[in-house]
């Protein structure tokens, strides 16, 4: 099963930046990946996804123009570069792999409730707090 770290998490002002990478095992060109964020006490929602075989990229329509995700197969990572930050953009951010492109994609795509146990791998997260 792949394994996924989440690194570049940090505190930043609003209007400021930050890139978020996702570091795989490996990267199956046929699994869809993508980043997700909690805020305690809230349900987890999709951000940003690539589906499978470079399928997308699908954004939220909160992230729409201010995030970019991408993958580099070589590396085995996925990066999430966040401009713009705002406030409610403050969270706990997840990247996840699965076969499932369902899973994967609606919840970024159609703000769906997302089935953890559907996607088959997640990180452990990185903290994103962005102040006003």
């Known amino acids: 099963q792949v394994q996924l770290v989440e690194s570049g998490g940090g505190s930043v002002q609003a209007g400021g930046s930050l890139n978020l990478t996702c570091t795989a095992s490996?990267?199956?060109?046929?699994?869809?990946m993508g980043w997700f964020r909690q805020v305690p006490g809230k349900e987890r929602e999709g951000v940003a996804a690539?589906?499978?075989?470079?399928?997308?990229?699908f954004y939220a329509d909160s992230v729409k123009g201010r995030f970019t995700i991408s993958q580099d197969k070589g590396k085995n990572t996925m990066t999430l570069q966040m401009n713009s930050l705002k406030p409610d953009d403050t969270a706990m951010y997840y990247c996840?792999?699965?076969?499932?492109?369902?899973?994967?994609?609606?919840?970024?795509?159609?703000?769906?409730?997302?089935?953890?146990?559907?996607?088959?791998?997640w990180g452990q997260g990185t903290l994103v707090t962005v102040s006003s």
């Open positions: 996840a792999a699965g076969s499932d492109t369902l899973a994967c994609v609606g919840p970024v795509v159609a703000g769906s409730s997302i089935d953890v146990s559907a996607l088959d791998a």
């Open positions: 490996y990267i199956d060109s046929t699994n869809c």
């Open positions: 690539i589906g499978p075989d470079g399928g997308g990229p």
